[in-house]
C-alpha cells in the first residue's frame, strides 16, 4: 500500500526565505506526483504536476523536483510572501489506480511579515 | 466558469442519523472524486466516478457509506447511522476524463456529528 509522508507539518519563516517543502513515498512506482495548496476553509488548488518520467516542472516561484527511484520530491518556494501561508499538500498517482490520488499528510506553512 | 460546487458548506447532525452531501462537478467533466479530510486520518479517497458508473469503491469506509451519480453530473454521497468518527470534511473533484491528471476540487462539506 502506497504511503506518502510530508516532512516537516509545520513551518513558520520570514518573508523573503527561500524554503523547501519535503515529501516521500514508499512506491516508485507511480504515475505522477501533484502539489496542492489548501486555505483554510477551502478545497484544494493544484500547484504543480510532474510526470513520471520528469524531474521537474516549475510555476513562477514554486519548483517541483522528483526523484522516482528513491521515493521523494521536493517543493521549493522562492522570496516567500505572507500570501503564500497556506497548507501544501502532495499526492502521488499510482501506475494501476483510477486516477485516486493518495495524500501525504501536508506542511502547514506561515510566512511572517 | 464555475468550479465545484458543494452543498451544504457545514452540516451538524445527531449520532444515528442519515446525511446526504451534494456536488455539482465542473460543467463536461466525466470524472469524479470523493475524498475525506479528518484530523486524525489526512486526506482519504473515498469512490471515483466515470460517468455515472463507479469502477472503484475501495476507500469507502463501511457499508453504512454510499454514493452516487446521476447524469453524469451531480453526485450525491449519503452517510446512513453517522458515528462520531464520521465528523470530517468531504471534498468532491472532478476532472475532464480519467486520463486527464488536473483534478479540480470544490470547496467541501464540513460535517458535525454530535
Known amino acids: 500500500k502506497q504511503e506518502v509522508t510530508q516532512i516537516p507539518a509545520a513551518l513558520s519563516v520570514p518573508e523573503g526565505e527561500n524554503l523547501v517543502l519535503n515529501c516521500s513515498f514508499t512506491?516508485?512506482?507511480?504515475?505522477?506526483l501533484q502539489w496542492f495548496r489548501q486555505d483554510p476553509g477551502k478545497g484544494l488548488t493544484s500547484l504543480l504536476l510532474i510526470q513520471s518520467s520528469q524531474r521537474e516542472q516549475t510555476s513562477g516561484r514554486l519548483n517541483a523536483s522528483l526523484d522516482k527511484s528513491s521515493g521523494r520530491s521536493t517543493l521549493y518556494i522562492a522570496a516567500s510572501q505572507p500570501g503564500d501561508s497556506a497548507t501544501y499538500l502532495c499526492?502521488?498517482?499510482?501506475?494501476?489506480?483510477?486516477?485516486?490520488?493518495?495524500f501525504g499528510g501536508g506542511t502547514r506553512l506561515m510566512v511572517k511579515p | 466558469g464555475a468550479g465545484v460546487s458543494q452543498s451544504p458548506s457545514n452540516k451538524v447532525t445527531e449520532k444515528g442519523k442519515d446525511v446526504e452531501l451534494r456536488c455539482d462537478p465542473i460543467?463536461?467533466?466525466?470524472?469524479l472524486y470523493w475524498y475525506r479530510q479528518s484530523l486524525g486520518q489526512g486526506l482519504e479517497f473515498l469512490i471515483y466516478?466515470?460517468?455515472?458508473?463507479?469502477?472503484?469503491k475501495s476507500g469507502l469506509p463501511s457499508d453504512r457509506f454510499s454514493a452516487e451519480r446521476t447524469g453524469g453530473s451531480v453526485s450525491t454521497l449519503t452517510i446512513q447511522r453517522t458515528q462520531q468518527e464520521d465528523s470530517a470534511v468531504y471534498l468532491c473533484?472532478?476532472?475532464?476524463?480519467?486520463?486527464?491528471?488536473?483534478?479540480?476540487f470544490g470547496p467541501g462539506t464540513r460535517l458535525l456529528v454530535l
Open positions: 466516478f466515470q460517468g455515472n458508473s463507479a469502477p472503484d
Open positions: 499526492a502521488v498517482r499510482p501506475n494501476n489506480a483510477g486516477n485516486m490520488l493518495t
Open positions: 473533484a472532478s476532472s475532464l476524463d480519467r486520463n486527464q491528471e488536473t483534478q479540480y
Open positions: 460543467s463536461g467533466h466525466t470524472a
Open positions: 512506491d516508485s512506482a507511480i504515475y505522477n
